[in-house]
């Protein structure tokens, strides 16, 4: 009896610190399955970053961005270019109108008319509307803003403001900076790597093509700025024509920017080309009525040397369409080096580089076409 006993005692230690262990293991398992859920909880917390914004400004954001605004000039166009357009919670008053010539509102208007208005914007100035802005509830405002409005917004919004800035030069390491910067922003960071890439190549492109050329030449004719000019309107420094080597009659005595010039320095220049914004053919037109004299008088004009433009300056500048007009001057001035170029295809491949929309048969519906001019039989 007394072996049986033993046994018996063996067995029911065994089971206890069996039952135990098991215990053990399933609490062990228990807080595990607790501290995991918990890790993954920590893991898909929102996260934050800190940038340096465009006018010096160090902005905490969030790390990862799914709503966002832009307040002031070219703001929402360097949001769909970074092919964030989807992200865009509400839109400034003036960002509702649909011009094909400011090409991002163009693209994405039916969408852009659905949202709540966050401000007038507009050439007029910046007006935002913070209590909008609250409602809409963006995560961050990208902005052309100085740097007290940014701050004054920010602290009134209690939301993120990062600045962006501009600049008329379309080739331009600012713009690239804007760009990297919206990138990390937005999350974009690829983006942002392919659309630099691509402006540097086509820059290179172009400077190539127009390296070793005898220089031409030309006169920039009813440019917009603050509205529309006839054939006295012209521009300093323009895009097409120094990317494109061509030497541009208006930047005697003028470093940069838009002006009327005296039509008297362009008779004495002669530009061997004259490009008319196709916006404004209806003002010089007027101006031919009136003088038909002094146009007869234009060596690009007796030549048979005048061609369209398509206007790219609308709440500030449109790259895609100023790159457009680049290779259609190119092509226009040395039709050797760019004997490959369509400029028609090459502006429906730009604008679907940035936009993802071909643009051109929608600019011609509105009278915009690359063209050759023949001013005194018009």
């Known amino acids: 009896m007394g072996k049986n006993v033993r046994r018996l005692l063996a067995a029911v230690f065994a089971a206890t610190l069996a039952v135990g262990i098991f215990a053990l293991a399933g609490c062990s398992s228990s807080n595990e399955t607790s501290d995991s859920s918990s890790n993954s909880s920590e893991a898909s917390a929102p996260s934050t970053q800190t940038v340096t914004d465009m006018v010096g400004r160090t902005v905490e954001v969030p790390g990862e961005v799914d709503k966002v605004i832009g307040v002031g000039a070219s703001s929402l166009r360097m949001i769909c270019y970074m092919q964030a357009a989807d992200k865009v919670v509400g839109v400034e008053k003036s960002e509702q109108e649909d011009s094909v010539t400011c090409a991002y509102r163009h693209v994405n208007h039916d969408a852009f008319a659905k949202l709540p208005v966050i401000g007038e914007g507009g050439s007029k100035g910046v007006t935002a509307n913070e209590e909008a802005i609250i409602a809409a509830a963006p995560q961050v405002i990208i902005a052309n803003l100085d740097k007290d409005s940014a701050d004054s917004l920010q602290q009134k919004t209690n939301i993120p403001v990062v600045c962006v800035t501009m600049s008329d030069i379309v080739f331009d390491q600012k713009l690239y900076d804007n760009i990297t910067l919206l990138g990390k922003v937005l999350g974009k960071e690829g983006r942002s790597q392919e659309l630099i890439g691509y402006m540097q190549d086509t820059e290179k492109d172009l400077q190539d093509r127009t390296a070793n050329v005898q220089k031409k030449t030309a006169y920039a004719a009813g440019v917009s700025f603050r509205g529309g000019h ?25 470093d940069s920017g838009c002006f009327d010039i005296d039509l008297e ?100 519906a509105e009278g915009l076409s690359f063209q050759k001019y023949d001013l005194m039989s018009m």
Request: hydrophobic share 40%.
């Open 230 to 254: 006839g054939f006295s309107g012209t521009e300093a420094g323009f895009a097409p024509f120094s990317i494109c080597n061509i030497t541009n009659i208006a930047d005697a005595g003028h």
């Open 265 to 364: 320095a362009v008779t004495a220049a002669q530009p061997d080309y004259v490009f008319i914004e196709g916006g404004n053919l209806g003002l010089v037109k007027e101006d031919v009525a009136a003088n038909p004299d002094y146009f007869t008088n234009l060596k690009a004009i007796k030549d048979g040397n005048v061609f369209s433009l398509v206007s790219y300056r609308f709440y500030a500048t449109n790259v895609e369409l100023a790159i457009a007009n680049c290779y259609h001057v190119g092509s226009c001035v040395y039709p050797d080096q760019f004997s490959d170029i369509d400029s028609t295809k090459k502006l429906d491949e730009i604008t679907t580089f940035f936009l993802g929309a071909p643009l051109s048969q929608d600019l011609m």
